[in-house]
């Protein structure tokens, strides 16, 4: 479904600037820009005192993960309601399963959705069938893959380095983009243990696991195996400054290595695991030091991390309760924050004078449409793209509380935090869909977004010299 609209009044962002202009939608796509008188019949919708945002792009969620609270119409719904009009999902290759059933599988799945949604594929596996697969999946517009170097979290999802160099290598050989959570496998199992042993068993064992060097010895490696198998690398998450300096460290590499923090890492620290509910905190990476987040800040404003994706995952209390006293081990990973992506980048980026509304705008809408193919339609507004827009109030609090969200969770991990920044509306495809966090329109349903590899990424490489 697709509408006709035209939003007057408000300042809309071109480019660096703010312009005074009305938006007209029509059939689902930006028509015009500018001053516009509207006609009989069409739907207006006053955005005086509003700022008109794209629509944000949120490289990575799990809505389709077993167990997690939310499947697509759940998170779909979530995503809207906070200014995400189209997210990127991953279909999961569950050991033994076929690579061509699974993408076909979450694309049914997508049905549900209420916002536009691509798909990474998830391949754990280099048997010849799966390598063989990757070419039709790639030709069905899935054209990134993300390999686990753990399965410490992930049921089993974690390959060996010779597997993860051999999809690489297909990877390349296709022209799509490799992808890996970088974890040290050996290291968490060994270092778990011996938190067991000791006696530390909750949440705050799950940090102690995980240090910096976890992440930043695995990213080293996939870098550098990337660089040998020639293929462009993402890395998801990004939780420490060590491993931001281990992505970007030039080595003489061949191939573009683009890096992706989340915003729980720029809000929180690693006090939350020492809390009574920290089992609710509990993902991996986990979230790190005061001087990670400070560094991780500092990648952001300069353009080292180029995106900020939600690696929206919520399991509910009850699951994350269960072993919480008992075996860190047991607690399952992965927290809400799709719904809240706008609203803590713009209160902690924006409104502290760290960026600018244009600086959040590429970082969480045309920076991540251009590395995952996406800018013909998404990412900025401009005549022929979708008229996927955010009328956006930076001075009214958003809520935080479980009960203001949309997700099916029933916990939030920003509850004490004051949140600005309401999307008074959000529009897909030139349909008002959600109204300060509320979905008013339940009929509305998104679109698989069949992609094609993305712009030349070297564009968001940024290389550093050891000193």
Same mark, same amino acid.
Request: negative net charge.
């Given at each position: 479904?697709?509408?006709?609209?035209?939003?007057?009044?408000?300042?809309?962002?071109?480019?660096?600037?703010?312009?005074?202009?009305?938006?007209?939608?029509?059939?689902?796509?930006?028509?015009?820009?500018?001053?516009?008188?509207?006609?009989?019949?069409?739907?207006?919708?006053?955005?005086?005192?509003?700022?008109?945002?794209?629509?944000?792009?949120?490289?990575?969620?799990?809505?389709?993960?077993?167990?997690?609270?939310?499947?697509?119409?759940?998170?779909?719904?979530?995503?809207?309601?906070?200014?995400?009009?189209?997210?990127?999902?991953?279909?999961?290759?569950?050991?033994?399963?076929?690579?061509?059933?699974?993408?076909?599988?979450?694309?049914?799945?997508?049905?549900?959705? *209420?916002?536009?949604?691509?798909?990474? +594929?998830?391949? $754990?596996?280099? /048997? =010849?069938?799966?390598? @063989? %697969?990757? #070419?039709?999946?790639?030709?069905?517009?899935?054209?990134?893959?993300?390999?686990?170097?753990?399965?410490?979290?992930?049921?089993?999802?974690?390959?060996?380095?010779?597997?993860?160099?051999?999809?690489?290598?297909?990877?390349?050989?296709?022209?799509?983009?490799?992808?890996?959570?970088?974890?040290?496998?050996?290291?968490?199992?060994?270092?778990?243990?011996?938190?067991? *042993?000791?006696?530390?068993?909750?949440? +705050?064992?799950? $940090?102690?696991? /995980? =240090?910096?060097?976890? @992440? %930043?010895? #695995?990213?080293?490696?996939?870098?550098?195996?990337?660089?040998?198998?020639?293929?462009?690398?993402?890395?998801?998450?990004?939780?420490?400054?060590?491993?931001?300096?281990?992505?970007?460290?030039?080595?003489?590499?061949?191939?573009?290595?683009?890096?992706?923090?989340?915003?729980?890492?720029?809000?929180?620290?690693?006090?939350?695991?020492?809390?009574?509910?920290?089992?609710?905190?509990?993902?991996?990476?986990?979230?790190?030091?005061?001087?990670?987040?400070?560094?991780?800040?500092?990648?952001?404003?300069?353009?080292?991390?180029?995106?900020?994706?939600?690696?929206?995952?919520?399991?509910?209390?009850?699951?994350?309760?269960?072993?919480?006293?008992?075996?860190?081990?047991?607690?399952?990973?992965?927290?809400?924050?799709?719904?809240?992506?706008?609203?803590?980048?713009?209160?902690?980026?924006?409104?502290?004078?760290?960026?600018?509304?244009?600086?959040?705008?590429?970082?969480?809408?045309?920076?991540?449409?251009?590395?995952?193919?996406?800018?013909?339609?998404?990412?900025?507004?401009?005549?022929?793209?979708?008229?996927?827009?955010?009328?956006?109030?930076?001075?009214?609090?958003?809520?935080?509380?479980?009960?203001?969200?949309?997700?099916?969770?029933?916990?939030?991990?920003?509850?004490?935090?004051?949140?600005?920044?309401?999307?008074?509306?959000?529009?897909?495809?030139?349909?008002?869909?959600?109204?300060?966090?509320?979905?008013?329109?339940?009929?509305?349903?998104?679109?698989?977004?069949?992609?094609?590899?993305?712009?030349?990424?070297?564009?968001?490489?940024?290389?550093?010299?050891?000193?």
């Amino acid at each position: 479904m697709t509408g006709n609209l035209l939003v007057r009044g408000g300042r809309v962002l071109q480019g660096d600037e703010l312009v005074e202009a009305d938006v007209l939608v029509r059939d689902g796509v930006i028509a015009a820009i500018g001053r516009i008188e509207p006609l009989e019949g069409m739907t207006i919708e006053d955005a005086t005192g509003l700022i008109v945002l794209p629509g944000m792009i949120d490289p990575h969620v799990h809505v389709g993960w077993p167990g997690a609270a939310d499947d697509f119409a759940a998170g779909s719904r979530a995503a809207l309601a906070g200014g995400v009009t189209t997210f990127i999902e991953f279909a999961v290759q569950f050991p033994g399963d076929a690579l061509d059933d699974v993408v076909k599988e979450w694309k049914r799945m997508g049905e549900a959705s *209420a916002c536009d949604f691509a798909l990474h +594929a998830i391949v $754990s596996d280099s /048997r =010849p069938e799966t390598l @063989e %697969a990757m #070419a039709r999946v790639m030709d069905a517009g899935v054209t990134s893959f993300k390999m686990f170097m753990t399965s410490q979290h992930s049921g089993g999802l974690g390959v060996d380095d010779g597997t993860l160099y051999d999809i690489m290598c297909r990877v390349a050989e296709l022209g799509g983009l490799s992808m890996a959570h970088c974890e040290n496998d050996e290291v968490i199992g060994h270092l778990s243990e011996r938190l067991i *042993a000791d006696g530390v068993v909750t949440a +705050a064992g799950h $940090s102690a696991a /995980r =240090p910096p060097l976890v @992440e %930043a010895e #695995a990213i080293a490696r996939a870098v550098r195996l990337a660089d040998a198998a020639g293929s462009p690398f993402y890395i998801p998450h990004l939780s420490s400054g060590e491993g931001l300096r281990a992505a970007l460290l030039d080595t003489g590499r061949r191939v573009p290595v683009i890096a992706e923090t989340c915003p729980q890492f720029l809000a929180l620290t690693a006090d939350v695991y020492a809390r009574a509910d920290g089992a609710h905190y509990v993902m991996s990476p986990p979230i790190k030091s005061t001087e990670d987040q400070a560094t991780l800040w500092a990648g952001v404003i300069d353009g080292r991390v180029s995106t900020v994706g939600s690696d929206h995952c919520p399991y509910p209390r009850r699951f994350k309760d269960e072993n919480a006293a008992s075996d860190f081990r047991r607690i399952p990973n992965g927290v809400p924050g799709v719904e809240t992506l706008l609203p803590v980048m713009y209160t902690l980026g924006v409104r502290t004078g760290r960026m600018t509304l244009a600086d959040l705008a590429r970082i969480c809408s045309l920076n991540p449409a251009k590395i995952f193919g996406l800018e013909d339609r998404k990412g900025s507004i401009a005549v022929g793209k979708d008229g996927d827009l955010v009328l956006f109030d930076p001075d009214r609090r958003f809520g935080t509380a479980a009960s203001d969200l949309n997700s099916e969770i029933d916990y939030s991990i920003y509850e004490e935090m004051e949140l600005w920044g309401m999307p008074v509306a959000t529009v897909a495809a030139g349909t008002i869909v959600a109204r300060e966090q509320r979905i008013v329109d339940d009929a509305h349903r998104g679109r698989f977004l069949a992609r094609t590899p993305g712009v030349a990424l070297s564009e968001f490489d940024r290389r550093v010299v050891a000193a």
